[in-house]
Antibody, heavy 120, light 108 residues
Framework: EVQLVESGGGLVQPGGSLRLSCAAS????????MSWVRQAPGKGLEWVAS????????NYVDSVKGRFTISRDNAKNSLYLQMNSLRAEDTAVYYC?????????????WGQGTMVTVSS | EIVLTQSPGTLSLSPGERATLSCRAS???????VAWYQQKPGQAPRVLLF???RRATGIPDRFSGSGSGTDFTLTISRLELEDFAVYYC?????????FGGGTKVEIK
């Protein structure tokens, strides 16, 4: 079964850091770009970041550039999101998602999400 | 950045009725690279269509998509109880990837 399972969410103070993880199974992880998409409470979806199959290329939405870092470990079939200098507006459910084929693509597989709350 | 505007915000319909959801882009979407997702409360989104009109694996044929350029439509031919949810469009023709604000389809 193709599956993505996120972990690492929680409550963090403004200015703090958090590292999210996503464990992939059921498909050849190294063959796919991977992405993070977030959803603030009661709001719509926002693409956050994407990383190339070999990790050599990374793209970010402007609002997180310089604060968030996407990375992957293909030996562990895992995707990560290091989030620093967190702000209240980063509060959201963070989904790990697999683009179908290309960097910019529809997302055909999603994890269940992990909640990040930035509050004092 | 391409801004996607979905309308209506809420659609109140009865089971068996036809639902027509609109997604309008602020500029033309390259190669009609538009996807539609369904999201139920507490769940992750699920892809329904990509390439504006191609159904994803396992999606019933009551879901169909059309459109080109800046105007795209998701149609659900006969609503079933399981179809009441929020629907999002997404463009992946240019960076950054963007999503519409969603249309909630609720039971009338």
């Amino acid at each position: 079964e193709v599956q993505l399972v996120e972990s690492g969410g929680g409550l963090v103070q403004p200015g703090g850091s958090l590292r999210l993880s996503c464990a992939a199974s059921g498909f050849t992880f190294i063959s796919y770009w991977m992405s993070w998409v977030r959803q603030a409470p009661g709001k719509g979806l926002e693409w956050v970041a994407s990383i190339k199959k070999d990790g050599s290329e990374k793209n970010y939405v402007d609002s997180v550039k310089g604060r968030f870092t996407i990375s992957r470990d293909n030996a562990k079939n895992s995707l990560y999101l290091q989030m620093n200098s967190l702000r209240a507006e980063d509060t959201a459910v963070y989904y790990c998602a697999r683009p179908q084929y290309l960097a910019d693509d529809a997302f055909d597989i999603w994890g269940q999400g992990t909640m990040v709350t930035v509050s004092s | 950045e391409i801004v996607l505007t979905q309308s209506p915000g809420t659609l109140s319909l009865s089971p068996g009725e036809r639902a027509t959801l609109s997604c309008r882009a602020s500029q033309s979407v390259t190669s009609n690279h538009v996807a539609w997702y369904q999201q139920k409360p507490g769940q992750a989104p699920r892809v329904l269509l990509f390439g504006a009109s191609r159904r994803a694996t396992g999606i019933p044929d009551r879901f169909s998509g059309s459109g080109s350029g800046t105007d795209f439509t998701l149609t659900i031919s006969r609503l079933e109880l399981e179809d009441f949810a929020v629907y999002y469009c997404q463009q992946y023709g240019s960076s950054p990837l963007t999503f519409g604000g969603g249309t909630k389809v609720e039971i009338k």
